[in-house]
């Protein structure tokens, strides 16, 4: 609809406003105003971000499409829609009207019955916008804090609604003091958000190509070259510095949220190793023995180290079961592994799975390495059976 009202007003009033904003001489650098315009407007092309925090939720084939959707929507709208408006605005409208410039497009289109059409819209958009933030960070955080990467009471779920209430209070309460922080300065706000929005992206480059060097057996059904992934990786890192540069103050306050995350992400990640620390002077402080402190410390410890992790393996080949029992030495707080094996047929099951078992048992005397039989097919049905039989979390 604003589309068509830009386009019967062009045809009204003619090429002068669009040839005055054309002459417009900005900064005097055409190639920097060019560049800053698309680091700025890659704002609006966020949601990318957001439909692979519930994948697991969606059909075999329904990623691809939502993706796909997403970039023929925003390729059809924000391009045609920022040339529609230089041809009926003047470029001093915008810098007055930056928080609500669509709706002041559509006055300028059509009047104020459009302009109070698209407020309305907006809020309509906005609200449903943040549900579906909630429903995003939601899959997010529950990753997280399944991975061990965030507090366990995040998983927590609401026995009247079945909700997970403490990520969605946490979020809420991010929110709040992030507006708090920026002064209910939308600008800034915007900027913080497309700074996260990028680097999110980013990682998603980085995560592909560090797949295809390090797991590139790896089914998958959708193939991107090397070449592109790091073209893709090195267009949002330009457009990342660009944000930045153009607004500095928004690196300060990015830098402040992820710094705490950070920060709580590093101490669940070594959390024996700090319990063990924090024993260690206790044991030396004398006075705090009366308060039996070290008993809770050892609980804590025996806890975490018996929170099992489990490796599907198809093969009996003692150097990928080596691997994985050093991941878990290395990189886990665990001290239990279950190696589970899925088969269809008893004759399936490789000679030496459990001779190699065996062996790697008597080698790693601190790890737990119990060994598991499964007949089915493995599918994420036959998964999500045994997180729950097991009670480990996916």
């Not at 900064?27 to 609006?44: E, H, K, M, Q």
């Not at 980085?206 to 090195?234: C, D, E, Q």
């Not at 975490?304 to 029992?325: C, G, S």
């Amino acid at each position: 609809l604003l589309m068509i009202a830009c386009l019967i007003q062009w045809v009204i009033q003619g090429n002068s406003i669009l040839i005055e904003n054309w002459e417009d001489p900005g900064s005097g650098n055409p190639l920097l105003d060019t560049f800053n315009g698309i680091c700025v407007g890659l704002l609006g092309i966020t949601g990318f971000e957001t439909s692979c925090n519930y994948i697991e939720d969606q059909k075999p084939g329904v990623f691809p499409k939502t993706i796909r959707n997403m970039w023929v929507l925003a390729f059809i709208f924000n391009a045609p829609i920022s040339f529609l408006a230089i041809t009926i605005m003047p470029l001093s409208t915008f810098k007055v009207h930056q928080n609500d410039i669509i709706s002041t497009l559509g006055g300028y289109a059509a009047g104020d019955w459009l302009r109070i059409f698209i407020t309305v819209d907006a809020v309509i958009v906005l609200g449903a916008g943040v549900l579906t933030g909630f429903v995003g960070v939601s899959g997010l955080i529950h990753r997280m804090a399944s991975d061990h990467l965030l507090p366990q009471f995040l998983l927590n779920r609401n026995r009247f609604t079945n909700t997970y209430h403490w990520i969605i209070l946490s979020f809420l309460v991010f929110c709040i003091t992030l507006f708090t922080i920026v002064g209910g300065n939308v600008t800034s706000l915007s900027g913080v958000f497309a700074v996260s929005f990028l680097s999110v992206l980013c990682m998603f480059a980085v995560g592909n190509i560090l797949l295809k060097f390090k797991r590139g057996r790896l089914y998958r059904p959708i193939h991107v070259s090397t070449g592109t992934a790091v073209f893709g990786f090195a267009c949002i890192l330009a457009g990342l510095i660009g944000n930045i540069i153009y607004d500095p103050t928004i690196a300060g306050y990015f830098a402040i949220y992820f710094g705490i995350l950070f920060t709580i992400m590093m101490i669940m990640l070594n959390r024996v190793w700090l319990l063990k620390t924090i024993f260690f002077y206790l044991d030396k402080t004398v006075t705090l023995h009366k308060y039996k402190l070290d008993k809770v410390l050892i609980r804590s410890i025996k806890k975490l180290k018996q929170q099992p992790v489990v490796f599907f393996t198809k093969t009996d080949e003692l150097h990928i079961l080596n691997k994985a029992i050093l991941y878990v030495k290395n990189s886990e707080s665990s001290s239990f592994l279950k190696l589970i094996h899925i088969y269809e047929k008893i004759e399936d099951i490789p000679p030496r799975l459990e001779a190699n078992h065996r062996v790697l048992d008597e080698l790693y005397p601190k790890i737990q390495i119990d060994l598991i039989f499964i007949q089915g097919e493995f599918n994420p049905k036959t998964v999500e059976c045994i997180s729950k039989h097991l009670r480990i979390p996916k």
